[in-house]
């Protein structure tokens, strides 16, 4: 295990577990019947991973995750377990794993990657500005940043290999790539998952203003597989601290883009290094964002 300055963990290596992918934020390692998924505690922003991690991240994303897996009981999900004991080749590794890997179903995953805005920011903001459109959906003119869209957008993009940026595309490319009953099926769980999450947060004082779904196909059916509703794959802003005309304060790593955005660097690999200040106050962004959503202390 690689560990770094700050006590993140940086690479995963399991001796004799054949790695199947590296991430931007995940190693996938098969074990035969089933796979193992390892959140690491790396940070992507902008598409480029960067070279220090965020301790903790890894472990706030999977826990994040398994409770939203419990609450969306009205669709299948990946997970087998998140006890690593109980596979006798990762027992030696337990101790580095537990709490921040599952083990899970052998999906195969959409090409596709299904994204939800109720509210225009980020790439849809920008999109907006210069075409007055997202994901080829014409909006109304007079929209400002940050600002709750008139009806909730299922907006998809291609998912991109690593160093490489993720594209925005229609519904009816969609279509194209994964075919007309398929693309139908991906979205209407995108949207009733977004709504259920959006509704919960909301009592909790939370706003979800975007998040991003991946699903695969197991025994010829549609699961949500991947993360789900964590602070990486979505934006959370605390309601009370909500403005229209900006970038709203965050729970998710919005506080690393923001900083970047302030150096000149041209969002290529490789990323700067993080300074400890900003390491800091990610790590609590991502606390925070734990407690907010389950109402427990990380």
């Known amino acids: 295990m690689k560990y770094d300055e700050n006590g993140a963990l940086i690479q995963c290596e399991l001796e004799g577990i054949k790695l199947l992918n590296r991430g931007k934020v995940r190693d996938i390692y098969d074990l035969g019947d089933s796979l193992l998924f390892v959140a690491s505690d790396r940070l992507s922003a902008f598409d480029v991973v960067m070279p220090n991690g965020i301790p903790c991240k890894g472990e706030v994303l999977t826990r994040v995750s398994l409770f939203w897996f419990e609450m969306m009981g009205f669709v299948e999900n990946h997970l087998i377990s998140v006890d690593v004991t109980t596979r006798p080749e990762l027992v030696k590794y337990a101790k580095d794993l537990q709490g921040r890997s599952m083990i899970v179903k052998k999906a195969n995953p959409l090409s596709v990657e299904c994204i939800v805005r109720g509210y225009l920011i980020g790439s849809g903001w920008k999109d907006y500005q210069n075409t007055g459109e997202v994901s080829g959906i014409k909006l109304r003119p007079g929209y400002r940043q940050a600002e709750k869209l008139d009806e909730v957008l299922f907006t998809p993009s291609t998912k991109a290999e690593q160093g490489l940026h993720d594209e925005a595309i229609s519904f009816e490319q969609t279509v194209e790539i994964l075919g007309q009953e398929m693309a139908d099926e991906v979205k209407e769980l995108s949207m009733k998952i977004y709504t259920k999450a959006h509704d919960?947060?909301?009592?909790?004082?939370?706003?979800?203003?975007?998040?991003?779904?991946?699903?695969?196909?197991?025994?010829?059916?549609?699961?949500?597989?991947?993360?789900?509703?964590?602070?990486?794959?979505?934006?959370?802003?605390?309601?009370?601290?909500?403005?229209?005309?900006?970038?709203?304060?965050?729970?998710?790593?919005?506080?690393?883009?923001?900083?970047?955005?302030?150096?000149?660097?041209?969002?290529?690999?490789?990323?700067?290094?993080?300074?400890?200040?900003?390491?800091?106050?990610?790590?609590?962004?991502?606390l925070e964002a734990y407690k907010a959503i389950t109402g427990e202390n990380f």
Do not use: M
């Open 200 to 286: 919960f947060a909301k009592t909790k004082g939370i706003i979800l203003a975007d998040t991003k779904f991946e699903f695969g196909v197991y025994n010829g059916k549609i699961i949500l597989i991947d993360e789900v509703l964590t602070p990486d794959s979505s934006r959370f802003w605390p309601a009370d601290k909500y403005e229209v005309g900006c970038s709203p304060e965050s729970y998710d790593k919005q506080y690393v883009r923001d900083y970047l955005e302030t150096l000149d660097w041209g969002k290529v690999a490789p990323g700067p290094v993080l300074p400890k200040h900003v390491v800091e106050k990610t790590t609590e962004k991502y």
